[in-house]
């Protein structure tokens, strides 16, 4: 992508009541524009992020589950059923704007804030006999939560985007075995984002079978609205919701012992048991013909949210630092000085390909603001292309992250070079 095409723009200052770290960076650096509390515009570098983030949990969640797509709109019947309508706090409404019967509850929609109510009823069609069983299926969509405090940038949006699985088993220990069977998919998932080291299983409350637990995945962040016990260790950890001396002791961890740090809360795994199918009868057959309630589990995980977590993450004091994997371009090209250099560096664009490069052709800005640019957009790594390298035949070569020393590279050779380089 050339700079001279993108239309969205650096800024230097955004105002001061954005109190969190990754809406001021993302929005300085072109990535996001706020839309009103909890509610952002992605521009094109931001989509690019989030879409590397969603291919990536995508291609995991393919090896357990396959994908669908559910309407964001649903009847209040669906939540009515469940008793959701009344317990779940954070349920948008709509209703048509100009319908005459809009005084009337069967006007009303729901927003789905998650599909629990939404999908048990679909896989009613579709589940009949124990031979149908086990199923999962996962959809990447936007989800609407009237969320009180939406004040912690894509950590916390009214509308944000969520990857969400539903499992169905034949029984308790078929879920719990699919339940385990989750969490190298979900450790797989936060490694290959770049937050292997700092994401830890944490346990939580929750879980809807009687004394267990649910698990989150919670990514040490000091913006973090949860606090958690971490035992390094055993790298694992403890929701302060849930963990007390006692339960430590009974999971064989000194209490004293374990730190106390601030997380987000990246996934979570969800033994759901039959609180769904009960409310909503999904029922199988098994080999005897006796009918069964179907156990069931829900496993998310917050894509926006997660690109406020890197974003937040790896920043420092000149801008953003995103990992390969989910950098909007793994090269910055800068292209400075005369005609000969801008050949030269579109030469290396063409290529390196569109895909790959962010490439800095304007040339009415300074050195110094391509630079700075650079360096706020974050990507993994900058090139440089000047009538002074040029001079040499060589390209420059900086790392973002300081993975490796500012090297130089035969401008001929530079592209078998390059993708040698680990950023
Ligand atoms: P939280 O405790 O943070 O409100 P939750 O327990 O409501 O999360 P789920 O409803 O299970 O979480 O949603 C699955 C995942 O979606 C969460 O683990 C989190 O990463 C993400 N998520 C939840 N609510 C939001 C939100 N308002 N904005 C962005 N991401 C969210
Ligand atoms: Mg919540």
Not at 223 to 246: C, F, H, Q, S, W
Not at 357 to 386: H, W
């Amino acid at each position: 992508m050339r700079l001279s095409q993108l239309f969205t723009k650096t800024s230097k200052t955004i105002s001061e009541e954005t109190e969190s770290i990754n809406a001021r960076l993302l929005t300085r650096a072109g990535f996001i524009k706020q839309e009103i509390a909890g509610v952002y515009n992605y521009l094109p570098l931001g989509l690019r992020v989030l879409n590397k983030i969603e291919n990536i949990v995508r291609e995991e969640m393919n090896t357990v589950g396959v994908e669908l797509l559910l309407p964001t709109l649903t009847s209040q019947e669906r939540w009515r059923d469940t008793g959701r309508l009344e317990s779940v706090d954070v349920l948008f409404e709509a209703r048509g704007a100009n319908d005459p019967s809009r005084e009337k509850n069967d006007a009303t929609y729901i927003v789905n804030p998650t599909h629990e109510d939404v999908i048990t009823p679909i896989m009613k069609d579709f589940i009949a006999s124990y031979k149908d069983l086990p199923r999962a299926v996962y959809q990447i969509q936007t989800k609407f939560r009237n969320e009180p405090r939406a004040k912690s940038g894509v950590l916390r949006g009214r509308e944000f985007r969520m990857k969400d699985l539903y499992s169905f088993h034949k029984d308790e220990a078929d879920l719990k075995r699919f339940y385990e069977a989750m969490k190298p998919v979900y450790t797989r998932v936060y490694e290959r984002l770049g937050l292997g080291d700092d994401t830890f299983l944490c346990l939580a409350s929750g879980g809807d079978f009687t004394d267990d637990y649910s698990h989150e995945y919670q990514v040490v962040l000091p913006a973090g609205e949860d606090t958690i016990y971490l035992d390094r260790a055993n790298k694992i950890a403890y929701n302060k919701e849930v963990a007390t001396p006692e339960d430590a002791a009974k999971l064989g961890v000194n209490f004293d012992t374990l730190e106390e740090v601030r997380a987000s809360e990246a996934g979570n795994i969800f033994p759901l048991g039959t609180k769904y199918s009960k409310s909503l009868s999904l029922e199988y057959t098994d080999e005897q013909n006796q009918r069964h309630l179907v156990w069931m589990g829900s496993y998310g995980i917050g894509t926006s949210r997660l690109m406020g977590i890197i974003a937040e993450k790896f920043a420092d004091d000149k801008g953003l630092v995103w990992p390969e994997s989910v950098a909007p371009y793994r090269y910055h090209l800068v292209a400075l000085g005369s005609g000969e250099a801008q050949h030269a560096a579109t030469k290396l664009y063409e290529e390196l390909g569109a895909e790959q490069v962010l490439f800095d052709d304007r040339s009415d800005v300074s050195a110094g603001q391509k630079f700075g640019d650079a360096e706020l957009i974050g990507c993994p790594i900058r090139l440089v292309v000047s009538d002074k390298t040029l001079e040499r035949g060589i390209v420059e070569v900086v790392s973002r992250s300081g993975s490796f020393d500012q090297i130089e590279m035969e401008l001929s050779h530079a592209k078998e070079k390059l993708a040698e380089l680990n950023a």
